[in-house]
């Protein structure tokens, strides 16, 4: 049971901080239900909105949840179905003046869907359960604005993470070593995690994953190596197209570097600024690509396409008819209409501009500030802070949220700095005022 008298500090981050310990070493226990904030104000002999304040920051960093009238409650066990990883990715599920957590598209930046959605037929084609699973028309146009050329096989996959885990499942075999990026997407970690693979950490400079890492994990013989080319996630690094020649002329001239598989998440694909680029260029036989149209046309239509040599996309196709079969050609359909439609088209178009100006504003803002998150591309930057908990609670009591960093590091990553992650491309106005916000959270000291 929590004491208000045994708490030390009055103002709400230190408050949050000494609860947020009582939570962590077993004190307060979860589901176990807190003081009210009028309760905690006449204890403490504060204002009900500094209680407030530190409730909003323990909520926001995870540790309580809000059940309306019936009171603030240490948050239970969270749902089985999510990792450990990934539960501590969002920002909070309570209500919030400003939430850069999620890590998804503006909604208003996303085409209108009325037009795509008339081209359905009325009534879902019957078909054939061994038809291709592409549309053909769908297929050419992918083909025909693919970043590389010769592609051998093509494929149409339920989102950008189906298809990076189906391709891993085609080449890596339990006690494999994957090479991949750290940062890096939290959910890749997972994956490896469940295939019973070791990560080999790659660190990223300003031009993409660094030379060095990379012939430092081919010396370690990986099955796969796992790189985001734009826009990476969290970082906002875009590769450029000299640091993928010289990571594929690495490759090449590895002794055993013909046997692996790059496999390439191009998640942001239409809405980044930087231009297409693949490993594919210089060694097509060796790279799947998989380009998302989530982040430019809608997360919920859970399609990506994929591409890479026969040996493997096809054995991929063939285990895909085990389970889903296909992707929807339903929503194919309604995918190969905002990819043709001229109007649809202009609106993607304009959204990577908005984009790029809302990251460079922030960015430039922080960097007035002192606070230095490089050129980030597509929709999130990288924070560096001081602390990172101590950070996400100073934002918490200004009613802003974001993303927890530590998901986005790998499993033995000892090199790693104290960051948080941005999801900038949804703020719209008061750039200024959020930045500085960011830059005081940036430099926040540990508590207690």
């Known amino acids: 049971m929590l004491r208000p008298e045994a708490l030390e500090s009055r103002t709400p981050l230190g408050m949050a901080g000494e609860i947020a310990r009582l939570v962590a070493d077993g004190s307060l226990e979860p589901g176990e239900r807190l003081p009210t904030v009028r309760e905690m104000s006449a204890a403490l002999g504060v204002s009900a909105g500094t209680v407030a304040a530190a409730w909003r920051a323990l909520s926001d960093a995870g540790t309580i949840v809000s059940r309306g009238r019936a009171g603030s409650f240490v948050r239970a066990e969270p749902r089985e179905w999510l990792s450990p990883r990934v539960q501590g990715l969002a920002g909070t599920s309570q209500p919030v003046r400003l939430d850069l957590s999620h890590g998804t598209p503006d909604p208003a930046m996303l085409p209108a869907l009325e037009g795509a959605f008339s081209r359905v037929a009325p009534r879902a084609d019957t078909g054939r359960y061994h038809d291709l699973p592409v549309l053909p028309e769908l297929h050419d146009h992918i083909a ?184 929807s050609r339903l929503l194919q359909t309604v995918l190969f209409g905002l990819l043709t439609d001229p109007g649809s088209v202009a609106r993607v178009r304009t959204a990577r501009l908005i984009y790029r100006d809302r990251l460079d504003r922030m960015a430039t803002a922080l960097r007035k500030l002192g606070v230095d998150v490089g050129d980030p591309d597509g929709i999130n930057l990288w924070l560096p802070v001081a602390d990172e908990r101590a950070a996400r609670m100073r934002l918490a009591t200004s009613g802003i949220a974001v993303s927890a960093g530590i998901p986005y590091r790998a499993p033995g990553d000892a090199s790693a700095t104290p960051h948080v992650r941005v999801t900038a491309g949804v703020v719209t106005e008061n750039v200024r005022l959020v930045a500085e916000a960011l830059a005081e959270a940036a430099e926040a000291p540990a508590v207690g």
Not at 219 to 229: D, F, G, S, T
Request: aromatic share 6%.
């Open 144 to 327: 025909e604005t693919w970043p590389a050329p010769g592609v051998e096989t093509f494929t149409v996959v339920d989102g950008a993470l189906d298809g990076i885990s189906r391709t891993l499942e085609q080449v890596v075999r339990f006690g494999d070593r994957v090479a991949i990026e750290s940062p890096g997407f939290p959910y890749f970690f997972d994956l490896l995690e469940a295939l019973g693979a070791e990560p080999i950490p790659l660190t990223l400079d300003r031009d993409g994953v660094t030379p060095g890492s990379l012939s430092r994990a081919l010396a370690r013989k990986p099955a796969a190596i796992v790189l985001q080319p734009r826009a990476q996630n969290p970082t906002g690094i875009s590769m450029t197209v000299e640091r993928a020649r010289v990571l594929a002329q690495l490759i090449m001239h590895s002794p055993d570097g013909r046997r692996v598989t790059v496999v390439e998440d191009d998640h942001s694909a239409l809405i980044c600024s930087a231009p297409d680029v693949t490993l594919a260029r210089w060694i097509p036989g060796q790279v799947v690509h998989v380009r998302s149209f989530s982040k430019s046309h809608g997360p919920d239509l859970r399609i990506a396409a994929l591409g890479g040599p026969a040996r493997v996309v096809e054995r991929l196709i063939a285990r895909r008819m085990l389970g889903p079969g296909w992707t």
